[in-house]
């Protein structure tokens, strides 16, 4: 049986950059609160993961 992949970890940095660019940071909702939340932390590793992806891909324009 083959074991899933783990994701790689997502610095706490790019967590946060992910985190201001959201609603939750213009509603006053603190960093270390939302985090907390798997609802809003799973997204925001998503979006990083992401970003991550599509800045070290080559552009093929």
């Known amino acids: 049986m083959k074991t899933p992949k783990k ?3 997502v610095s706490d940095d790019e967590l946060r950059q992910a ?3 959201t609603a939750l940071h213009r509603m006053g909702i ?3 609160r939302a985090i907390q939340l798997d609802a809003v932390r799973i997204p925001l590793e998503g979006s990083v993961r992401r970003s991550t992806q599509q800045s ?3 552009n093929n324009c």
């Open 56 to 58: 070290q891909s080559p």
């Open 30 to 32: 603190p960093f270390e």
């Open 19 to 21: 985190y201001q660019k």
């Open 7 to 9: 994701p790689p970890q």
